[in-house]
């Protein structure tokens, strides 16, 4: 039985989802700030040493700091547009190379042990040596990025190809439809929502490629911040970039969640 949306019984339910995500959003910010607040009076009384761990205030009064000169912006601007690019790239070529070996499934056969032991391969462990193929500065870290990236969404793509009903794909073939048809009209919408779903976890794959690749050879990004904070060993400035780094995360994610709701909300 479905309830209609001008029913009663229907707004009051969406309401009861609405005060639910509410209560979460509350207890999440309570979660961390409860956090922030026990890790300020430890260091404050000095059960942690602040010279290995910080302390929030002195990471917040860095932080104005850098964001008053601009330094901050510059770094994250550089990280931010290297981490989009790498993205955009790796999850678009993962997803058309899931497309060619969906259309020729003996070349997905002969390609399966490859790719699954270059998924296996520890690829930020070759990331000093993609970057001397590919080159230092920006181009370096996106190849590095795109590479850590693309055979999980080769991999994952695929598999949501292969597993779709396949009465649906004998119902198509019996009206005449060509395998173009098949893929336009039922593979590829019907997995739009796995599809953002991979490119949810790449966000977090990008910026590891970013991040490593700013270790290596930036002298810019946020990558660049954490390990020149390790080397001269100033943990405020190691434990800044790292929050920075979890904030462009979380925005960049929230981003892709808007983008699925209106999508579900058109559906």
Not at 81 to 99: H, M
Request: aromatic fraction near 12%; glycine fraction near 8%.
């Amino acid at each position: 039985m479905r309830l209609s949306k001008s029913s009663q019984d229907y707004i009051e339910y969406l309401k009861n989802i609405k005060k639910e995500k509410r209560k979460i959003l509350i207890f999440q910010v309570l979660l961390l700030m409860g956090f922030l607040v026990f890790w300020e009076l430890l260091a404050s009384y000095g059960v942690i040493q602040t010279f290995l761990f910080s302390k929030p205030s002195d990471i917040y009064r860095l932080f104005i700091d850098y964001l008053q000169n601009g330094e901050l912006l510059r770094h994250v601007g550089i990280s931010v547009y290297e981490t989009i690019l790498g993205l955009i790239i790796g999850t678009s070529l993962g997803i058309i190379i899931a497309i060619i070996l969906w259309w020729f499934p003996r070349l997905s056969k002969v390609m399966d042990p490859f790719l699954v032991v270059l998924n296996a391969l520890p690829k930020t462990a070759l990331a000093p040596i993609i970057i001397v193929w590919a080159g230092a500065g920006i181009r370096g870290i996106v190849v590095t990025a795109v590479i850590i990236s693309i055979v999980v969404t080769i991999l994952s793509a695929y598999n949501y190809f292969i597993n779709i009903d396949e009465d649906k794909i004998k119902m198509l073939k019996s009206f005449g439809a060509t395998k173009g048809q098949i893929l336009f009209k039922l593979i590829l919408p019907s997995n739009v929502g796995n599809l953002i779903n991979i490119t949810k976890i790449n966000i977090g794959m990008a910026w590891v490629g970013v991040i490593v690749g700013e270790f290596l050879v930036s002298r810019y990004g946020i990558g660049y911040l954490i390990v020149y904070g390790g080397q001269v060993f100033k943990l405020d400035l190691v434990m800044m970039g790292v929050f920075v780094l979890a904030f462009c995360a979380w925005i960049m994610y929230a981003i892709l969640n808007i983008i699925e709701k209106i999508y579900n909300a058109k559906r």
